[in-house]
């Protein structure tokens, strides 16, 4: 079966990842999506399966800027 190219498996997820530097197992992102660190959808609701929006990857992806200090002298 194949899904649309704008939908990962957990599989292509950990690929995805890993080639980024983000060593994480397929349990790990199932974890992100069961407690919705991560978006996932399940494509159909009934089977269980679940995939990830490239959109959403690649918004978990962009690095977050630190917080600056504002108002120390």
Known sequence: ????????TPVQLVEKLTAA???VSEYTVRKW???HRLSAVRIPPVT???FF??????KF???VDPPTKTGVA
């Open 1 to 8: 079966m194949t899904q649309p190219a704008e939908f990962l």
């Open 21 to 23: 530097g983000i060593k």
């Open 33 to 35: 999506a069961r407690t």
């Open 48 to 50: 269980g399966r679940i």
């Open 53 to 58: 929006r490239t959109s959403d990857v690649e």
């Open 61 to 63: 992806l962009e690095p």
